[in-house]
């Protein structure tokens, strides 16, 4: 890498995300509010269960609007409302706000009557919004609406009611709405509403990609847009994997390494995985990663390999290659990108995710770690993260289960990259 090529430089406190879901905070830290706070919450849920299933959308919406945007009503879920407004909790009240729309919008969906997300979620656009208002509950719930507006699950309910978000300047994080997508499926602690329309949002996210990239790899005059930050790069990278292994070839031996690993210890386990990863040899990667590994659940080094120990094995070194303990890159991965090296982890940590497929939301929860963490840095300043990004999404998107991306040799030495659906068989049979 040249000398004036951009360093991945390690974060300060001041770039850590400033939103943090209430689930992980604990009921405990809301103090005597906790009990006072939770009922509000869910007599407003009970509310528009009710509601959504008696009234019309049209009267819905207006109910929505009356309560969480004009904020003028005599009901009981006004005044409990008003009680999250008093305690001043704006996080509590972003997951109510949250909640009642994967409420609104879930019921919706069932009842075939999806236009009405649209109007929803334009609701937050209202210009009352931006009024100013001499009451101060008033001025102070609409900053937290212009907060909400703001924040990234907003855009990921624009994104899966199909329209883009607020305006705002394009970001290099869009490119990878899947993986953040993803990571608030995985969160355990938001509500089932939420994590279901994650859940579609990112299916939906990953499907445009994979069509957009193998659009633009298969036309040779490039009429088609490229969705990845790689350029031309893109077809250089993918040309080295398949004429180097194949996609067949790494499932392949992905298989054989399962069928061995059944009668060896975990200890014999560690060994053989270094083997199968095909580890760069350098001092760096002895004490940053086999080092670890070695030292991973020791006492179990005599007990038989096992999928659940397989599991834990490859969440274990996604970290070690992704996040430290902070959410921000380890060490690792920052002076491999450093050294314009981000092919040797990306091909790691497709090694994994093809050895244990249930490691796949666990890898995408930490490169959406990644993400958030460099929210506010301009792609600039943080290119090698990027690249990296953009290469195991190539890569995850590659070796998705039901496609196989063929190389096919053209005149004049040329290459072109075909996708092609593979059959369900073949689908079902992949690790």
């Not at 929505?64 to 879920?77: A, G, H, K, N, Q």
């Not at 963490?373 to 289960?401: G, K, W």
Request: hydrophobic residues 40%.
């Amino acid at each position: 890498m040249s000398s004036d090529a951009p360093q991945l430089k390690q974060l300060s406190q001041a770039t850590e995300p400033t939103f943090v879901d209430p689930a992980e905070e604990g009921v405990a830290s809301l103090g005597a509010a906790a009990a006072d706070i939770l009922a509000a919450q869910q007599q407003i849920y009970r509310y528009f269960l009710e509601v959504v299933n008696t009234c019309a959308p049209p009267q819905v919406l207006r109910i929505f609007y009356d309560l969480f945007i004009r904020f003028v009503d005599t009901s009981p879920e006004f005044e409990s409302l008003g009680k999250i407004l008093f305690f001043g909790r704006e996080l509590e009240f972003r997951h109510l706000l949250l909640r009642s729309c994967y409420i609104l919008i879930n019921n919706w969906r069932l009842s075939h009557q999806g236009k009405y997300i649209y109007d929803l979620v334009d609701l937050f656009l209202d210009p009352l919004i931006d009024r100013p208002s001499r009451v101060t509950k008033v001025q102070q719930l609409r900053q937290w609406l212009r907060n909400f507006r703001q924040c990234a699950e907003y855009n990921a309910l624009r994104l899966y009611a199909g329209q883009n978000g607020v305006p705002r300047p394009q970001h290099w994080g869009d490119r990878f709405q899947g993986f953040l997508l993803t990571s608030q499926f995985a969160d355990i602690g938001a509500p089932l509403e939420q994590r279901h329309i994650a859940q579609n949002a990112a299916r939906q996210a990953k499907k445009k990609f994979k069509q957009q990239l193998a659009l633009f790899t298969a036309s040779s005059s490039r009429r088609y847009q490229n969705p990845t930050g790689l350029g031309e790069e893109i077809i250089l990278m993918m040309r080295r994997i398949l004429t180097q292994r194949g996609t067949l070839s790494y499932r392949n031996d992905t298989k054989q390494f399962l069928r061995q690993m059944r009668h060896l210890t975990f200890w014999e386990f560690k060994g053989a995985l270094c083997r199968f990863l095909e580890l760069p040899r350098d001092r760096r990667f002895e004490t940053e990663f086999i080092d670890k590994l070695r030292q991973f659940r020791d006492r179990c080094h005599d007990q038989p390999m096992s999928f659940g120990l397989l599991h834990t094995t490859c969440n274990r070194l996604i970290h070690i290659l992704t996040v430290d303990d902070r959410r921000h890159p380890s060490a690792l991965l920052l002076s491999l990108l450093n050294e314009g090296r981000a092919l040797v982890p990306s091909l790691i940590l497709l090694r994994l995710v093809l050895l244990s497929t249930v490691s796949r939301l666990h890898l995408e929860t930490c490169l959406a770690d990644l993400i958030r963490a460099h929210d506010q840095v301009p792609e600039s300043e943080c290119r090698p993260l990027t690249t990296f990004l953009d290469m195991v999404n190539v890569m995850l998107t590659i070796y998705e289960d039901d496609t196989d991306y063929n190389l096919v040799e053209m005149p004049a030495a040329e290459y072109r990259i075909f996708s092609q659906t593979r059959p369900a068989a073949d689908a079902h049979t992949a690790p």
